[in-house]
């Protein structure tokens, strides 16, 4: 993976409560019902000169998730955006660009440990405040411009039969074991099953197949679904190329002509490799490529971005 620390982290603001604070004061009540019981709703797009890529897309995920946890007390967009406004001046992130920004939800401070939400009160009966964290971090493109790819051996992805996925919750162990799969065998991703046996996304994003020229995408059940993504999709139709959402067997995935998977930071990436074996000719694929293209120049149109320091 390409991407590296960046020293001026280091001394990032986040905001925490209406209130700016530096990186190593920030903290959390250990009531806050998001800490105790995975209660969290979060999203993180990216900024581009200044301007938020996708960001109604990036609430609307943030919106679906507070609503189907049943939260008592919904913040409104304008409160979300407010609160990424005065991140991102706190860190004269004005005019810049490479900047990942992970825009976080709980239902606020608990009375006691109880995962119901009767005791996401004040001591006096009222609801709590909910609690909006957002912390902007300097990052370029997560990966290179090709990687490898592992499916994995142990973890799959969750079924919708059980919660919905596409909750874009902090519960993410799943993906994280995935993630330790992946780093442990040397590659940048590592491919998740549905209980189906089906292709999910990997754990960290989505991803597609390249067949024919044909792009392929998993059906978005067992995970949230991507930005990127949408993204890509409006792309293929805008651009003629034929794209289809569907059950993808693993054997697909081994005889694909292409592999991408894609990042909120670095667009489609294509995977040459998947379990050792070579993804078509082993090179990054036309369809990625021209995708890649396309994507890199969305992110500078201005229908795709939101001006949020101009209000």
């Known amino acids: 993976m390409a991407s590296k620390w960046d020293d001026r982290n280091k001394e990032i603001y986040a905001y925490i409560d209406g209130e700016i604070v530096e990186r190593s004061k920030a903290c959390l009540p250990l009531w806050d019902s998001g800490f105790l019981h995975g209660k969290q709703i979060w999203s993180s797009p990216r900024l581009v000169n200044g301007k938020v890529f996708r960001l109604e897309d990036h609430l609307e995920k943030i919106q679906h998730g507070i609503k189907a946890m049943n939260c008592k007390v919904v913040p409104s967009n304008d409160e979300f955006i407010d609160a990424i406004r005065q991140a991102l001046i706190a860190n004269n992130m004005q005019g810049a660009s490479d900047v990942h920004i992970r825009i976080i939800f709980t239902p606020g401070t608990q009375v006691t440990a109880s995962m119901n939400q009767k005791a996401i009160v004040n001591w006096d009966g009222t609801p709590s405040k909910p609690r909006i964290i957002v912390m902007p971090e300097w990052r370029g493109g997560v990966y290179s411009k090709s990687e490898k790819a592992i499916l994995s051996q142990?973890?799959?992805?969750?079924?919708?039969?059980?919660?919905?996925?596409?909750?874009?919750?902090?519960?993410?162990?799943?993906?994280?074991?995935?993630?330790?799969?992946?780093?442990?065998?040397?590659?940048?991703?590592?491919?998740l099953l549905d209980s189906n046996g089906h292709l999910a996304e990997t754990h960290a994003s989505h991803m597609a197949i390249v067949k024919d020229n044909i792009f392929y995408t998993p059906k978005v059940r067992c995970c949230p679904p991507?930005?990127?993504?949408?993204?890509?999709?409006?792309?293929?139709?805008?651009?003629?190329?034929?794209?289809?959402?569907?059950?993808?067997?693993?054997?697909?995935?081994?005889?694909?002509?292409e592999v991408m998977i894609m990042g909120t930071m670095s667009g489609p990436i294509g995977i040459t490799h998947v379990d050792n074996k070579v993804i078509g000719d082993g090179q990054i694929g036309p369809v990625t490529e021209n995708l890649q293209k396309l994507y890199r120049t969305a992110t500078f149109d201005d229908k795709h971005l939101y001006d949020i320091l101009a209000y």
């Open 154 to 191: 142990y973890y799959r992805r969750p079924s919708p039969e059980y919660a919905d996925q596409r909750i874009h919750s902090n519960n993410q162990i799943h993906s994280s074991l995935a993630c330790d799969e992946a780093t442990q065998a040397g590659v940048a991703a590592c491919f």
């Open 226 to 257: 991507g930005v990127t993504r949408k993204v890509l999709l409006e792309l293929c139709q805008e651009h003629s190329i034929e794209a289809h959402e569907d059950d993808i067997a693993v054997d697909r995935l081994y005889d694909a002509d």
